[in-house]
């Protein structure tokens, strides 16, 4: 890690001298078991690990490499401690000093602000960019075209969201709804923020996209980490203290010991709340809207639409060295053996093949899929969750 | 093996002296994959090894168990060298001298007409039953009736098949018409047979149900050895010759020897063609119809069936250590590792989990399996059939 931006390795594409862009660090919150996706994911490998889309990539490669001509090497990873290794394996270029493993999960409060902290430490004057490990979006060029923006409006002072024009008119999101332009160099684009809102019923998310106002929340963020640490400390000042307290620790020696101490003190509270809310209450969040294909892989169904160039007749088929025979079938299989999968005579089925446990479900159910894994924690068969 | 049936061990239950039921010894040919049933049922592991209803026997032990009260220990089992190891695992009573391995597959005419010629050189008033080892009977006390109403009547010079009672116009069994009611002691419900005839169309079925003239061939019968062997001689001479030597070497140290040079040299030709049809163009068949319940296990349907009393709400849950969860699902699971299947929203699914295959199907498909594991063999892919 450096803030010292002049070696050919670290300095991102698109960058000139004294552009906001040299001041960018991204940070990959790496977590979230992906319940929704067991029995492939799961705690010990949650969906970020999995190669969900076909692509050769794991959804957490995949973010990092769509990350580095605008970061090069400045990333940073907030992860479990239990994947550490996974991690590291599948992101060999990260410093050891650029993975934030969390002993126990915070919520995104505590570990996007370490690692804006850290950042603020290392450098006051760094723009930040939290985008989590477990998203597919395509094409990069417009994704970062967006973070460009992003940068730019962020280096004029703002918490700077990426919203999602909305295709349909989606109950699983929450919605950012955009006021005035910004006059801002580099972000013809940006946009205030007017507020927040939580996930609609269908008829509200109908009249949001037919007002052409209201974006997707994402939950991508672009903000100068001084500006970050700003509304953290005046909304949640014990939180604050105690990450004030371990980034001053991150680059010396002390840095595991005062995290042991520290990380279990803090309290539980969503980014949302603790920053982005009442920052954009003050008049201190714009949002930049992309237009790139978004999908936040939440269930097996998207995990099929995500794969529609894998097909082996009418399903859709996820898996390196997956052997699958099918007669009269479609959906989606997904498999991390090398059994023999036969399908005959099934339509629309969802089927997850894992070493321990196997799911059949259908693409209109796999919502229910958290269902099974409630089921089976109540039952006490956690071995396999 | 014996002949001598004064000892307490051997006598069977009902056989008064010189009672026909003396003379009785059951064979078992235990062959057939089971291809409909793959890939629990395969190659290597046929469905007769395996506990298909849930009862806590496999097919070939609950065969064994429901004739061990009309043959005491005299019986042969009939099955391909591969299935040595697992047949004697499973009935570990059984004497090397009656086990009849067939080091290549020869069709139902070799196989059980070796039978009769080991039972006649032992003894030639000796009276076989030939019962296949895939097939599922109940109650056992109106198999073991019928059995003995056939003993019966073969001793009064009859191969005497017992027919099923058509429960309803099946068109995938043959059919057997029964003539004149015979006259002999203890078999009051035994008849002539006319003919024989082949799996009929739906209409001609109903035909058949409705006469009340026929009844389902489930291929078992009881016999004199020595009738046997007459329409053999008859009819396959060369076949005839072949397993006279065999036989006449059995009981000698020159068994592996003669059967290992002889064997592979015999026609192909099943019973049916071989003895049953022409027997009843010469007037010597006779049927006595069986009010069991029977099920030759044909499918995964009929699995299910077979095992309304194991659900897990309304999924048929066959496999021991089985640890299945279901939503809103329906079907059967048929498993033989201790994977968590989990169920979710999905109707009348057949899914067979293996450790090396998995098949997932739906009831009314289950027929198709064949064409699954047909595929499989087409594309090279030999090592889980």
Redesign the interface.
């Known amino acids: 890690m450096t803030t010292d931006n002049s070696t050919s390795h670290d300095s991102p594409q698109g960058a000139s001298a004294d552009s906001p862009l040299d001041r960018f660090i991204a940070v990959i919150p790496a977590g979230g078991v992906g319940t929704r996706l ?2 492939l994911s799961r705690a010990a490998a949650p969906k970020f690990l999995h190669d969900l889309t076909g692509s050769g990539s794991t959804l957490l490669r995949a973010t990092y490499d769509r990350l580095e001509p605008l970061a090069g090497s400045r990333v940073l990873v907030v992860t479990g401690t239990a994947h550490r290794e996974a991690v590291c394996r599948q992101l060999p270029e990260l410093d050891e000093s650029d993975l934030v493993l969390e002993s126990e999960p915070k919520d995104s409060g505590a570990a996007i602000g370490l690692a804006a902290a850290i950042l603020y430490e290392r450098d006051p004057d760094a723009i930040m960019g939290s985008f989590a490990a477990d998203q597919v979006i395509s094409p990069d060029g417009l994704f970062q075209d967006a973070v460009r923006e992003a940068i730019h409006a962020a280096a004029a002072g703002k918490i700077v969201t990426i919203g999602i024009k909305p295709t349909h008119p989606a109950t699983g999101f929450g919605y950012i709804r955009a006021g005035d332009k910004l006059s801002v160099t580099g972000a013809p684009n940006a946009h205030t923020v007017v507020e927040f809102v939580e996930k609609p019923s269908e008829e509200v998310a109908q009249q949001y996209l037919d007002s052409g106002e209201y974006v997707w929340n994402a939950g991508m963020f672009v903000a100068p980490v001084s500006l970050m640490l700003k509304h953290l400390e005046a909304n949640q000042p014990e939180l604050f203290a105690g990450l004030q307290e371990i980034a001053k620790a991150w680059d010396t020696p002390l840095r595991d010991e005062v995290t042991a101490r520290v990380w279990p003190t803090l309290p539980k509270i969503a980014i949302d709340y603790a920053v982005a809310e009442p920052a954009a209450a003050a008049g201190d969040v714009a949002v930049v809207p992309g237009t790139f294909r978004w999908d936040d892989v939440g269930d097996f169904a998207s995990v099929g639409r995500l794969n529609s160039a894998k097909e082996v007749d009418d399903v859709t088929v996820i898996g390196e060295g997956a ?1 699958v ?1 099918t ?2 079938a479609s959906g989606v299989v997904v498999t991390d053996t090398k ?8 339509k629309d ?1 969802v ?1 997850v ?1 894992t ?8 693409k ?2 796999s919502q ?2 958290k ?2 894994v409630d ?2 924690k109540a ?1 006490g ?1 956690t071995d ?1 969750l």
């Open positions: 067991w029995p052997r025979f007669e009269n059994r023999v999968i036969a399908l005959i005579g099934i089925v089927i093949d070493p321990d446990a196997l799911l059949v479900t259908t209109a159910h229910r899929v269902a099974a089921a089976l039952s068969d396999v």
